[in-house]
């Protein structure tokens, strides 16, 4: 169940708020490794003087308390969907006020695009945060430079290896070194803020809009580095419901933004204080400079296990975002394994495993470098920044009914400055952009030819199915009964499943219960035990069930057919058969959707793990009978 719990101690509010700086601002917390960094070293480098350094602090001061602390930590938190976050628990939330609008359905195309590039963030998150990390290594000693591929490589390789096997037990160090990384963050710019407090004047916004004044095209080109700053803010709200919104708002505010802010203004007033030679080679890698020659390794090593935390963050929530999805019915069933038998959402996908591993392995071996990697993150981020953005827009004038006069003037701030991050970083799109633009463009296509083919497959299949409560009738006194239970698995909540058709048509028998049973995804997280089961009886031993369960929750069929007493008995496994129905599509003549896509959808179909996986059926139990569909 979600962590949101308006009686919070105080006590357990603080285990929270701990426990969240170790998961979810791991992502957010590696941005000094390269943000400021590319910022002057990047695609368009700046000159390196006292206004372009304290523009450019400035710049992330003002970003980091509009996007993060004003647009996500402190509005958009409290978009919650019975307690989760995430964008398409945002969606499923908008969607029940707006549903029968004529407009409900962009609503959703926006939702099904953002988790799209959530895709290509999560591939290029764990390979840029490593790779700025070992690349620290070169600091220390230039000679190792060959080896920074190759380490970087084995790190993310057994990142991805270990998942499997769960994050349980490394899980429970991630809180401390999280922790040590940011104090050792804020330490850092202390010493040179302390030794050069003329830096503390970037907190006037004056010096961020002077920056523009000075460089204008260069300063909006410079937006796409400064956007790296507040890379993984869309995190907070995804992982919502693991922390809550109080806890999660108290590690921000009173700890993680502080220890961040420290060391950018710490990384300003370092380069400030050098010399120009010295400032030069210093801006290749600033974090790294921060610290005394003596610390600098260690401080590799850290930063490097900071960097592989902030990736196991992403890898889960790309995991938690897939579940989500595919209970939603946007991607086909897939195999889910779960590593911990206490906590459901500790979950493992394969298929998406490896899928993120092979696209990280490539991204490093073809961009080579952080700052090329960088290139490519921004624009995944700022799209999914400006949909959010959108999505608030529709939730303060439908959902929360916000005076226009007050809506309008809030929602105009956050487009102008999503907005314009997002343009900065189309400028990148041919130095590396492209990338996670492609990945989205083919999720996307993947996410609604499946959403489209499961709609028109259930319209085709509702215009020839007979109401069951007619077939009960017409088959009791005309088909021999014989012992047991027949339980036929129906994906609409009416209708005679073609399975159970096929079986009369035959087998020319029926047990002696037959149970039409029928789960259903909500549009909310969780549904609670007392609404989970819906029987009708039909008399002379049929009976329908409807199981109910949240799009975060997992449907373990056989457990709740255990709590059923009102439906002739009780459910013995093995005295119990499953029937499945197995659709092999045909193209129709009139295609509901374009052939290409109804054949991508055949494909999608044909792959799909079956229902016995997803439903965690008695594999020595299940029947799977075939028919032909047409859509």
């Not at 509009?66 to 509005?75: A, G, K, N, R, T």
């Not at 070169?138 to 490589?153: D, G, H």
């Not at 047991?484 to 048509?505: D, E, Q, R, V, Y």
Request: overall charge positive; aromatic content about 10%.
């Amino acid at each position: 169940m979600s962590a949101v719990n308006g009686n919070q101690t105080p006590s357990a509010k603080v285990k929270l708020a701990v426990g969240a700086i170790g998961i979810v601002f791991g992502d957010i917390g590696t941005s000094p490794l390269y943000a400021f960094r590319e910022t002057f070293y990047g695609p368009h480098q700046l000159t390196i003087d006292d206004a372009h350094i304290l523009g450019v602090v400035s710049l992330i001061f003002w970003s980091m308390t509009l996007v993060v602390s004003i647009q996500y930590v402190s509005l958009i938190l409290r978009a919650d969907n019975k307690g989760e976050g995430g964008t398409l628990a945002l969606v499923a939330m908008i969607g029940r006020h707006i549903d029968k609008s004529n407009y409900g359905w962009i609503t959703v195309l926006l939702g099904v695009f953002a988790t799209a590039l959530f895709y290509g963030d999560s591939m290029i998150t764990p390979a840029v945060s490593v790779l700025s990390a070992v690349e620290g290594l070169v600091v220390v000693e230039r000679r190792l430079a060959p080896l920074v591929i190759p380490i970087a490589l084995v790190l993310l390789i057994g990142l991805f290896m270990i998942q499997k096997r769960g994050t349980n037990r490394i899980g429970k160090l991630f809180a401390p070194v999280m922790l040590t990384y940011f104090t050792t963050l804020a330490v850092l710019g202390i010493i040179h803020i302390i030794q050069t407090p003329g830096i503390l004047a970037a907190l006037n916004p004056w010096y961020a809009i002077n920056f523009f004044v000075l460089d204008k095209w260069l300063a909006f080109l410079a937006l796409g580095s400064v956007v790296l700053a507040v890379t993984g803010s869309e995190a907070l709200y995804a992982d919502m419901g693991h922390f809550g919104r109080g806890p999660m708002r108290l590690s921000w505010f009173a700890f993680v933004m502080p220890c961040l802010l420290l060391n950018y203004f710490g990384q300003g007033a370092m380069i400030i204080g050098l010399g120009d030679a010295a400032a030069a080679e210093a801006i290749k890698n600033p974090f790294f400079f921060l610290a005394p020659e003596a610390f600098r390794l260690p401080l590799v090593l850290l930063a490097t296990a900071a960097t592989v935390i902030a990736s196991q963050a992403v890898i889960s929530g790309a995991f938690s975002i897939t579940h989500q999805a595919i209970q939603l019915g946007f991607i086909p069933r897939l195999s889910i394994l779960h590593t911990n038998q206490q906590h459901h959402g500790q979950i493992y996908i394969p298929l998406v495993n490896w899928a993120l591993l092979v696209a990280v392995i490539l991204l490093v071996l073809f961009f080579k470098n952080s700052s090329n990697l960088a290139s490519a993150y921004g624009i995944a981020v700022t799209g999914a920044m400006l949909i959010d953005t959108c999505l608030m827009a529709v939730l303060f004038m439908a959902v929360w009914k916000w005076k226009w006069w007050l809506a309008v003037p809030a929602i105009s701030v956050f487009f102008i400055v999503d907005g314009a991050y997002f343009a900065a970083n189309a400028a990148k799109i041919p130095d590396g952009g492209w990338f996670p633009l492609l990945i989205g463009a083919i999720a996307f296509t993947l996410l609604t030819t499946w959403a489209r083919g499961r709609r028109l497959m259930r319209m085709r299949m509702r215009e020839a199915e007979l109401p069951l409560d007619i077939f009960a009738k017409s088959a009791r006194n005309s088909t021999a009964r014989v012992p047991g239970t027949a339980i036929f698995m129906n994906s609409g909540s009416s209708g005679t499943p073609s399975a159970l058709l096929h079986n009369i048509k035959h087998n020319k028998v029926l047990h002696d219960r037959v149970v039409v049973l029928t789960v259903k995804i909500a549009d909310v997280p969780y549904v609670e035990e007392e609404n989970r089961v819906v029987v009708t009886s039909l008399d002379d031993g049929f009976y329908r069930v409807v199981l109910n369960y949240g799009f975060m929750q997992e449907t373990d069929v056989p457990a709740a057919l255990k709590t059923i007493e009102m439906c002739g008995g009780p459910f013995e496994m093995m005295k119990t058969s499953f029937f499945l129905s197995r659709q092999t599509l045909l193209t129709a003549e009139k295609p509901g959707m374009a052939i290409w896509r109804e054949k991508l959808f055949a494909w999608m179909m044909r792959n799909a793990a079956t229902p016995m996986d997803f439903f965690r059926l008695p594999t020595n139990r299940v029947v799977e009978l075939g028919s032909q569909v047409e859509i």
